[in-house]
């Protein structure tokens, strides 16, 4: 199996930090990665994929980066609407993993 | 709208059996594999296993920990998805989310999701 860690796991930052979570693999997964963000007690939703495409509706401040076993999401300006738990997701072979999560909240 | 609505989510005891299902609308339904995700109360996002779409045989795959235990399958007549959860166990217990999945693709859609209690 595909391990996926993810660090930290609590982030504390405020309004307006530049934050950047890592996303490590156990083997290469190439670009098949994803990040999601997840509020409480709602649904994750897609921000980016293969690594360093932002899905469409997501802010630009958001963005991603790395291939094969190193990742990075970084979050350019934080806003009030992005403290919440951020996952990272490999999608390259079954079984379909996801990292712990990082929660990012307010300092 | 592009939407997935879950339901059949209640409080099971354990070895019992539940089916849940998930409605898909605003989107070709039968055009797409997809997928049910669980969360464990407090806990992270647990891929439970997938569905392919006709085309591809209906196939289907499982995460270890619920492989000959739980069923996925498909109604494209019906854009529904389901999964049958037999001899559940407590660690079961989880919030079920489906969602829009598709080779080497993310999960773009997810549905609200839906509580699975496995108590005495």
């Not at chain 1, 860690?5 to 290469?28: E, F, H, K």
């Not at chain 2, 989880?94 to 209690?117: D, E, H, K, N």
Request: hydrophobic share 30%; aromatic share 12%; charged share 20%.
């Amino acid at each position: 199996d595909f391990q996926m860690t993810q660090s930290p796991s609590t982030l504390s930052a405020s309004i307006g930090d530049r934050v950047t979570i890592t996303c490590r693999a156990s083997q290469s997964i190439g670009s098949r990665l994803a990040w999601y963000q997840q509020r409480p007690g709602k649904a994750p939703k897609l921000l980016i994929y293969e690594a360093s495409s932002l899905e469409s509706g997501v802010p630009s401040r958001f963005s991603g980066s790395g291939s094969g076993t190193e990742f990075t999401l970084t979050i350019s300006s934080l806003q009030p609407d992005d403290f919440a738990t951020y996952y990272c997701q490999q999608y390259q072979d079954y079984p379909i993993t996801f990292g712990q999560g990082t929660r990012l909240e307010i300092k | 709208e592009v939407q997935l609505v879950e339901s059949g989510g209640t409080l099971v005891q354990p070895g019992g059996s539940l089916r849940l299902s998930c409605e898909a609308s605003g989107f070709t339904f039968s055009d797409h594999y997809m997928d049910w995700v669980r969360q464990a109360p407090g806990k992270g996002l647990e891929w439970v296993g997938r569905i392919r779409k006709k085309v591809n045989s209906y196939t289907t795959e499982y995460a270890a920990s619920v492989k000959g235990r739980f069923t996925v399958s498909r109604d494209d007549s019906k854009n529904s998805l389901y999964l049958q959860m037999n001899s559940l166990k407590t660690g079961d217990t989880a919030v079920y989310y489906c969602a829009r999945g598709g080779s080497y693709l993310p999960f773009a859609i997810w549905g609200q999701g839906t509580m699975v209690t496995v108590s005495s």
